[in-house]
T-cell receptor
Framework: AQSVTQLGSHVSVSEGALVLLRCNYS??????LFWYVQYPNQGLQLLLK??????LVKGINGFEAEFKKSETSFHLTKPSAHMSDAAEYFC????????????FGKGTTLSVSS | DGGITQSPKYLFRKEGQNVTLSCEQN?????MYWYRQDPGQGLRLIYY???????QKGDIAEGYSVSREKKESFPLTVTSAQKNPTAFYLC????????????FGSGTQLSVL
């Protein structure tokens, strides 16, 4: 069974500051890990995904995440926050079977102030 | 453009009424999914289907029903047995390979009158 825990339901940063959103996972099989972003009243858009090819994964809009097996973590970072980054972010995990549904964390809302 | 279309965007349900949320995709994906989103709860899986004419219950299937008669379509019915249906409902689809990303529709907000 898989599960995801996102630490911090709300993160606030200033424009230009480092963004760090935390995600820890639990999985009985080598996991596939994802970060999605959701803007108000919209669906989810994929930021990046980890599939074991490389531990540091680069995504869209300057985001990246590092897979650390020893810490069972997959934290999302961005060196410099923009106002347009304000949104809700979800970490998700799936196992190795085809067509397996993603298991999502409860989400972290990112606020960016000027 | 290929994608997933959910309709309607807003839906209101009266007490004792069944309502159906539509989800159509033209991505030629085999797998389709329904999630429910409540504030602070993340996304919870209602039902998923890996192939036409087959579907499986997710974590919160009680009070919901689905059908998968066509590859492109995966409608969700919220029945009167679902006592707390107010939520944002998201449909998604994916290719049938391990670790595939999900493509999401823009969602349907269901409210109770």
């Amino acid at each position: 069974a898989q599960s995801v825990t996102q630490l911090g339901s709300h993160v606030s940063v200033s424009e230009g500051a480092l963004v760090l959103l935390r995600c820890n996972y639990s999985s009985s099989v080598p996991p596939y890990l994802f970060w999605y972003v959701q803007y108000p009243n919209q669906g989810l858009q994929l930021l990046l995904k980890y599939t074991s090819a490389a531990t540091l994964v680069k995504g869209i809009n300057g985001f990246e995440a590092e897979f650390k097996k020893s810490e069972t973590s997959f934290h999302l970072t961005k060196p410099s926050a923009h106002m347009s980054d304000a949104a809700e972010y979800f970490c998700a995990v799936s196992g190795g079977q085809a067509g397996t549904a993603l298991i999502f964390g409860k989400g972290t809302t990112l606020s960016v102030s000027s | 453009d290929g994608g997933i279309t959910q309709s309607p965007k807003y839906l209101f349900r009266k007490e004792g009424q069944n309502v159906t949320l539509s989800c159509e995709q033209n991505l030629n994906h085999d797998a389709m999914y329904w999630y429910r989103q409540d504030p602070g709860q993340g996304l919870r899986l209602i039902y998923y289907s890996q192939i036409v004419n087959d579907f499986q219950k997710g974590d919160i299937a009680e009070g919901y029903s689905v059908s998968r008669e066509k590859k492109e379509s995966f409608p969700l019915t919220v029945t009167s047995a679902q006592k707390n249906p107010t939520a944002f409902y998201l449909c998604a689809s994916s290719r049938p390979y391990p670790g595939e990303k999900l493509f999401f529709g823009s969602g349907t907000q269901l409210s109770v009158l």
